[in-house]
């Protein structure tokens, strides 16, 4: 039994993975976001909504509308890292879960590799990771990064 869903998991992986962009990826998106709301070279358009675009509003509330988003990602980000910098100090680098979540996540290993490498089996690279992992799902969850839907077939809508 998994202790949360495999899609939470994934999520959260995923955001290991990247943690190291995921600050400055966010502010070149609000900086590109401010340049293009700001460009007076694209086409004003009539506002009324029609055209190829599909998109509704005048060119001020698009670029409005674009940056209102960049700026919600940088939060996002930033929300993020404080949740990896508390499970850091839950497990520090030194101990057996902030290692082994260093070793995946910051240079890449494979589970397999670090179980070779670390002389422990594949089965307890694997746990100490699960601990790493759960509890910073937990610790987005309570911070409002994730949230889940239940669909009616009994799967689950993962939002982030």
């Avoid at 002389?119 to 992992?133: A, E, F, H, N």
């Amino acid at each position: 039994m998994n202790l949360i869903p495999e899609a939470v998991y994934r999520l959260v992986e995923k955001k290991l993975r990247k943690r190291w962009n995921l600050i400055s990826k966010a502010e070149e998106g609000v900086i590109r976001a401010r340049q293009k709301a700001t460009d007076i070279s694209a086409p004003a358009g009539d506002g009324t909504g029609g055209g190829k675009g599909g998109s509704s509003g005048s060119r001020v509330e698009r670029g409005a509308m674009m940056i209102l988003r960049a700026e919600k990602r940088l939060e996002a980000a930033r929300k993020w890292e404080a949740v990896f910098r508390k499970v850091d100090e839950i497990y520090p680098a030194d101990s057996n879960e902030g290692y082994v979540a260093g070793m995946i996540y910051g240079n890449g290993m494979s589970q397999a590799d670090l179980a070779r490498y670390s002389g422990c089996s594949r089965q307890t690279v694997k746990l100490r990771q699960d601990r790493y992992v759960i509890r910073a799902a937990f610790l987005a969850a309570q911070a409002g990064l994730i949230r889940e839907e239940v669909r009616t077939d009994g799967g689950t809508d993962q939002k982030d």
